[in-house]
């Protein structure tokens, strides 16, 4: 009978993880060796100077002996899933030999000795693989000649004792209310507690030791079942084969890990039903990727979120917006130490708000037709087209430069007579000169402002612009109106007509991007160094960094790819001649002299 029961749980185990190549994982992250090796070598990233410096004084780390192991120009995953009914995770690294590393294991178990008694690890050695748990550990290794296996099952222990649903809890209100009368308890009964709470735990320490024994029992079952049939690689549709590193997150899964995290809280709350569910969120957005590229010229990491059908044609109303011509009046010149430009339609925005929260907020609680009055009630008080006119959708950042001003500080304190003083003392201080350029075509709204500020004296008019009382110290921030342009700035002295050599870059990206941005490296570390704030040695890392890497940039497609949308994030290098994982580790051995 023994066989048979184990037979069916083989078989269980075998259905849940015996096609795992093709299953939906919740999480799958790939390490692509096969794309990597041909940019950088790995044997020059091990013998840097950097890492030599790193191994000195260790004498159980030896690269070169995990570069014997693995076969690092070929793909390696990581990927589990955490809503499974056997949630785990599972790391698979290609080999060399079988044989070579189970004689790696059993040497650096010894060398990891602090006595003179050597334990040998338990290796169980099967046909076709073999298998090594950590005494007190719970992940297992397995592995044969081609692919090394770390393996565990997550689920953890709890007892229904602690489970705060229980309807013996609950008071029933059609009973009459009766006076509990307390009862003196004797010596005896209170050891009869004490006796029965030790069994309490004992009887919880068993059950915990029973699911334990279960649990590595169904993980060996599950080795079992990658091996025994010929051991086939995990791989997902969803990760990218041509970037270095690819991930994938299921944003449902997501959504309903932290459902289920909320629901031990939410038995206190009384609106928790009416809350969101994942399966709604996952009707909006199926997933998210994260892919890295290293190359000579530059790093570069790619988010990438994948919107379901319906979700992905609101979002491109959304992000295909033309750009307010009139904004770029009040761009620089020439390039600034960095900037952000952002464009969106707020008025398909304004315009599909209702039915995306019809569709986040459908719940068996909640009747279709009480959605579809929300969403008709907000539709009605927010007027779309006249609210899209306060804030049009256009909104740009600059740092220009750092300036030294002189401020007036307050120091309190006490007399002799224990009379408090007030001490005025001038200092320099280091600001940075900025503008906040937005749009907005309402015909009175920004005016009637500018005029209540004016009343209530936050404003004091100069020329053609509005000074902010009271910002001194951060060099009198103004405000001003240019028809349906408004800027907030502490400087005047960057504003040009809209034809500098920047602004007609910034006009060429922002065609095809509706989030466009970058960061002078170069120029951050010139103005950093001419301030009174700035430390030789400070001064002389960045110096360091800004020689080696030219900018830091981002930006995000108007259109959608496959009801994908694209956020690109790049670090460019200044030289090219070897890959950035060898710059930065030259740039890292040089800052740490």
Request: aromatic share 12%.
């Amino acid at each position: 009978m023994k066989y048979f029961y184990t037979f069916l749980l083989l078989f269980a185990i075998h259905l849940t993880f015996g096609q795992a190549n093709q299953k939906q994982y919740d999480y799958f992250v790939q390490f692509n060796g096969n794309q990597l090796s041909k940019k950088v070598n790995i044997a020059d990233v091990l013998n840097h100077p950097l890492m030599n410096k790193y191994k000195e004084g260790k004498a159980n780390l030896d690269l070169e002996k995990y570069v014997a192991l693995f076969q690092l120009d070929q793909k390696f995953t990581v990927h589990g899933n955490f809503t499974d009914s056997i949630p785990y995770y599972q790391v698979t690294i290609p080999i060399k030999s079988r044989v070579t590393f189970k004689q790696f294991l059993i040497e650096k178990h010894t060398l990891n000795q602090d006595t003179d008694s050597v334990e040998v690890p338990v290796i169980q050695d099967f046909e076709k693989y073999s298998v090594y748990t950590p005494k007190n550990q719970k992940m297992s290794l397995a592995w044969n000649d081609n692919y090394l296996v770390i393996v565990e099952l997550t689920k953890k222990y709890t007892s229904d004792k602690y489970n705060w649903n229980h309807e013996a809890d609950s008071i029933s209100v059609t009973e009459p209310y009766q006076e509990q009368v307390e009862v003196a308890v004797d010596a005896t009964e209170e050891e009869s507690e004490e006796d029965y709470s030790g069994s309490d735990n004992a009887e919880y320490e068993k059950a915990e030791a029973d699911f334990s024994a279960s649990q590595s029992e169904k993980q060996s079952l599950f080795i079992k079942s990658l091996f025994e049939n010929g051991f086939v690689t995990p791989s997902s549709e969803k990760v990218n084969i041509n970037a270095d590193i690819s991930s994938w997150l299921n944003y449902s899964s997501v959504m309903s890990k932290f459902n289920e995290t909320y629901g031990a809280l939410s038995q206190f709350a009384s609106y928790n039903k009416f809350l969101p569910l994942q399966q709604n969120a996952s009707n909006l957005v199926k997933g998210i990727n994260l892919d890295f590229y290293f190359d000579n010229d530059n790093a570069r990491v790619e988010e990438i979120i994948e919107y379901s059908q319906s979700m992905a044609t609101v979002a491109e109303k959304i992000t295909n917006r033309k750009v307010n011509k009139n904004i770029f009046n009040y761009f620089p010149d020439q390039k600034p130490l960095g900037y952000m430009s952002y464009h969106i339609n707020s008025k398909a925005a304004l315009e599909n708000f209702p039915s995306l929260t019809a569709q986040l907020f459908q719940n068996p609680q909640l009747v279709k037709e009480d959605v579809t009055l929300i969403a008709d009630l907000i539709s009605t008080i927010v007027d779309e087209e006249a609210t899209a006119t306060l804030f049009d959708g256009d909104l740009s950042m600059f740092l220009y430069n750092m300036k030294e001003i002189e401020v007036t500080t307050k120091s309190y304190g006490y007399d002799e007579n224990y009379e408090e003083t007030v001490t005025e003392q001038k200092i320099q201080k280091n600001i940075p000169l900025f503008s906040v350029v937005f749009t907005s075509t309402h015909p009175t709204f920004g005016d009637k402002l500018i005029q209540l500020g004016i009343r209530k004296k936050i404003l004091i008019q100069k020329g053609d612009f509005y000074q902010i009382v009271g910002t001194e110290d951060y060099g009198n921030v103004f405000i001003k109106k240019d028809k349906d342009v408004v800027v907030i700035a502490n400087t005047l002295d960057y504003f040009t007509t809209g034809k500098g050599a920047f602004t007609k870059e910034a006009k060429k990206a922002l065609k095809k991007n509706y989030i466009s941005g970058q960061l002078n490296l170069d120029g951050i570390a010139n103005a950093y160094n001419k301030t009174s704030d700035a430390k030789a040695t400070e001064s002389k890392k960045i110096k360091m960094v800004s020689q080696q890497f030219r900018d830091f940039t981002f930006e995000s497609p108007k259109k959608l790819i496959d009801n994908k949308l694209i956020f690109e994030f790049k670090l460019n290098t200044i030289k090219s001649d070897k890959n950035i994982i060898l710059q930065t580790l030259d740039l890292a051995d040089e800052l740490s002299k």
